[in-house]
């Protein structure tokens, strides 16, 4: 069995890499951060308060969340470029501080861990989901590059974007998630640390390969 846990803040392209990788050894790539992004489109839509347990607890009951293809699945729609947005993004950290949410998430996200080998990238994936993960690295970047980043993103794909905002938007959710009470965001300690500032996107994608390859090796 090999499951790679990568954790660490937005906008450190996880969700890219992890992706990448995963093809690269031929096993499942999950994205755990899109179900909580899945989840705050979705509370957004309906108006439930994120604070209101209640309201979140009865969403939760109705909803149904599914990757088909490396798309994102929402109650049966693909949502999968809806939930991309700095919008979404601070409604999914509003919703993952309840714990009833992350329960949900983690709870699919260990059944796929069990039953295939897979990459599964997040914020609490080698802390709280698999602990006992085979591979566990911790990636990070500073903030200026990850804002420039998805600002880069957004443009590229005809949006309009500030930078300014964006960097406001990324130092909020880095407090937030490290902040939180349930699962906050931290580096477990036997994760390998990896700082993408200085790398190319195929270069992050080498440097996580390589260190997948020296621990199964090991």
């Given at each position: 069995?090999?499951?790679?846990?990568?954790?660490?803040p937005?906008?450190?392209?996880?969700?890219?890499i992890?992706?990448?990788?995963?093809?690269?050894?031929?096993?499942?790539?999950?994205d755990?951060?899109?179900?909580?992004?899945?989840?705050?489109?979705?509370?957004?839509?309906?108006?439930?308060?994120?604070?209101?347990?209640?309201?979140?607890r009865?969403?939760?009951?109705?909803t149904?969340?599914?990757?088909?293809?490396?798309?994102?699945?929402?109650?049966?729609?693909?949502v999968?470029?809806?939930?991309r947005?700095?919008?979404?993004?601070m409604?999914?950290?509003?919703?993952?501080?309840?714990?009833?949410?992350?329960?949900?998430?983690?709870?699919?996200?260990?059944?796929?861990?069990?039953?295939?080998?897979?990459?599964?990238?997040?914020?609490?994936i080698?802390?709280?989901?698999?602990?006992?993960?085979?591979?566990?690295?911790?990636?990070?970047?500073?903030?200026?590059?990850?804002?420039?980043?998805?600002?880069?993103?957004?443009?590229?794909?005809?949006?309009?974007?500030?930078?300014?905002?964006?960097?406001?938007?990324?130092?909020?959710?880095?407090?937030q998630?490290?902040?939180?009470?349930?699962?906050?965001?931290?580096?477990?300690e036997?994760?390998?640390?990896?700082?993408?500032?200085?790398?190319?996107?195929?270069?992050?994608?080498?440097?996580?390969?390589?260190?997948?390859?020296?621990?199964?090796?090991?």
């Amino acid at each position: 069995m090999l499951r790679v846990a990568i954790d660490g803040p937005g906008g450190t392209g996880k969700s890219t890499i992890a992706k990448a990788v995963a093809e690269r050894f031929g096993i499942e790539y999950i994205d755990t951060g899109a179900m909580y992004r899945a989840l705050g489109l979705k509370s957004k839509r309906l108006a439930v308060d994120p604070a209101d347990e209640s309201e979140v607890r009865t969403m939760l009951d109705d909803t149904v969340i599914d990757f088909s293809g490396g798309r994102t699945m929402l109650d049966g729609e693909d949502v999968s470029g809806l939930i991309r947005t700095g919008e979404i993004s601070m409604a999914a950290s509003d919703i993952s501080k309840l714990a009833i949410v992350r329960a949900k998430v983690d709870e699919v996200s260990r059944h796929l861990a069990a039953t295939k080998d897979v990459v599964m990238e997040g914020r609490d994936i080698g802390t709280t989901v698999i602990p006992d993960a085979e591979v566990k690295i911790f990636m990070t970047a500073s903030p200026e590059i990850r804002a420039k980043r998805r600002y880069d993103q957004l443009i590229e794909a005809g949006k309009e974007a500030d930078y300014d905002q964006i960097y406001k938007e990324t130092m909020e959710r880095d407090y937030q998630d490290s902040h939180r009470e349930v699962s906050p965001l931290r580096q477990a300690e036997d994760a390998v640390l990896l700082d993408t500032s200085d790398l190319t996107l195929e270069g992050s994608i080498d440097a996580v390969a390589r260190i997948i390859t020296e621990k199964t090796q090991k």
